[in-house]
C-alpha cells in the first residue's frame, strides 16, 4: 500500500510531498512528522527505501507507507494529555511520534505479537531518546510496549481516549475494538479494506466516516486450541514520580528561557529545510535557413542567452562547492544551558536524559 506521493531525498523532502499532496494538513502533525527520521527505524542496508511513499517488510518488522501513517496522524486528532492505544504497534515509529504530540502527561501504550518486534521497538526508542538532535525540542510521552495479541486483552483493562489497529479487523471484532474506547475517543481502524475512524459519542452510540481505501493484512486470530495462549496485561497507569516531574519542569523552564532570551536578541527560530528545484530556463524557438535545397534549423542564441548560460553554470558550481562543505552539527542549547548550571555531574547527566550531545 502506498505510493500516492513523490519518493524523497531525504526525510523532509518527503514530509514536504505529504504536505503538497494534502495527506499532511495541520502543524502539530507535521513537527512530529520532521522530528523522527523515518529512515532511522530501517535495517541497515535498506534505508535507501525509507523516504519512498511504499510499505516495508522485512521478517516480523513491518512499516506502513508514510501516506497510511499521515492519514492516521490526522484522523486521531491527537492532543497533549490524552491516552493512545497502538494495536500493532510494530517498530514503534508511530507510537513515537505520537508521543511528541501527547507530551509528558499523556499515556502512550502499544502491543504487538512479536516478540523480537518489541525489542526493536525498544531499541529504537532508546536511541532516538540518546542520539536524535529532536529530542530536547518536544516533551515526550514515551511508548511502553507489550508481548501479546491484541485480541486477548484482559477484560477490565482501562480504555483510551485514543486508539489505532495497525491491522485488518473482521466485522467480529468491531465490537471488541470500540469498547477499549472512552466516551468522546476516537478509534482509528482497517474494515472491510477502508481505513475508518469511529467517534465514541455515547455509552452505546457511534459515529463512523470513511477515510481511505486500503489493504492491511488481517489481525492474527488466537489459536483456542492453543494452551500457550495468555490474556494480555496492559502497562498500568502510573502516576509520575515526583523526581521525574521536577526534571520535566526544569527542562521545560529552560527551554522556555531559551525561546524568550532568543527572541528578544531577535534570532529567528531555524526554519525547516526546503527542496531545492533546478531552474529550468525557456530556449529560444530555433529558425530555419536555406542552404542549397536543404532546410537546416539555426538557433537564434543571443548575448543574453550566453549571459544566462554563464550565470546558470556559476550558480551551479556555487551550490557543489557549498554541498561540499562539511556541515556543523547544530547547537544544542537546552543541554548547554543544563551543563551550565551549578549542579552536580550526577543531577546534570539525569536532567539530560544520559545523552552524550
Known amino acids: 500500500m502506498g505510493g500516492a506521493v513523490s519518493a524523497g531525498e531525504d526525510n523532509d523532502d518527503l514530509i514536504d510531498n505529504l504536505k503538497e499532496a494534502q495527506y499532511i494538513r495541520t ?4 513537527q512530529a512528522f520532521r522530528a523522527i527520521d523515518r529512515g532511522d527505524y530501517y535495517l541497515e542496508g535498506y534505508r535507501d527505501n525509507a523516504y519512498k511513499d511504499l510499505a516495508w517488510k522485512h521478517g516480523n518488522i513491518h512499516l506502513s507507507a508514510p501516506c497510511i501513517y499521515s492519514e492516521v496522524m490526522e484522523a486521531l486528532k491527537l492532543q497533549p494529555g490524552l491516552s493512545f492505544l497502538n494495536l500493532g504497534s510494530g517498530t514503534g515509529y508511530l507510537s513515537t511520534m505520537v508521543g511528541l504530540i501527547l507530551g509528558p502527561f499523556g499515556i502512550n501504550h502499544g502491543i504487538e505479537l512479536h516478540t523480537d518486534v518489541v525489542e526493536y521497538a525498544k531499541g529504537k526508542l532508546e ?3 540518546k542520539n536524535s538532535d529532536s529530542f530536547d525540542k518536544f516533551e515526550l510521552c514515551e511508548p511502553a510496549f507489550v508481548v501479546g495479541n491484541c485480541l486477548e486483552i484482559a477484560s477490565d483493562s482501562h480504555q483510551y481516549d485514543r486508539i489505532y489497529c495497525g491491522a485488518g479487523v473482521q466485522k467480529d471484532h468491531e465490537n471488541y475494538m470500540k ?3 472512552k466516551v468522546g475517543g476516537i478509534l482509528v481502524m482497517p474494515i472491510e479494506d477502508q481505513l475508518t475512524q469511529i467517534l465514541r459519542t455515547g ?3 457511534w459515529e463512523s466516516k470513511n477515510i481511505l481505501a486500503v489493504s492491511f493484512a488481517p489481525l492474527v486470530q488466537p489459536n483456542r486450541n492453543d494452551n ?3 490474556t494480555v496485561i496492559l502497562p498500568a497507569c502510573a502516576v509520575r514520580s515526583l523526581q521525574d516531574l521536577a526534571r520535566i519542569y526544569i527542562r521545560r523552564t529552560l527551554r522556555n528561557f531559551i525561546n524568550d532570551e532568543m527572541q528578544a536578541k531577535g534570532i529567528p527560530q531555524k526554519a525547516p529545510p526546503k527542496r531545492k528545484r533546478r531552474k529550468c530556463r525557456r530556449r529560444r524557438p530555433n529558425t530555419y535557413v536555406f542552404v542549397g535545397n536543404q532546410l537546416i534549423p539555426h538557433s537564434l542564441d543571443s548575448e543574453d542567452d550566453e549571459k544566462m548560460d554563464d550565470d546558470s553554470k556559476e550558480e551551479e558550481e556555487k ?3 557549498e554541498a561540499m562543505k ?3 552539527p547544530p547547537r544544542n542549547l537546552l ?5 551550565s548550571l551549578p549542579l552536580p555531574e550526577s543531577l546534570k547527566a539525569y536532567l539530560t536524559y544520559y545523552r552524550e550531545k
Open 228 to 230: 500457550k495462549c495468555e
Open 27 to 30: 502543524e502539530r502533525v507535521e
Open 319 to 321: 551550490e557543489h562547492i
Open 335 to 339: 543541554r548547554e544551558k543544563i551543563m
Open 326 to 328: 562539511p556541515e556543523e
Open 203 to 205: 455509552q452505546n452510540t
Open 127 to 129: 536511541n532516538f531518546i
Open 179 to 181: 469498547i477499549l474506547l
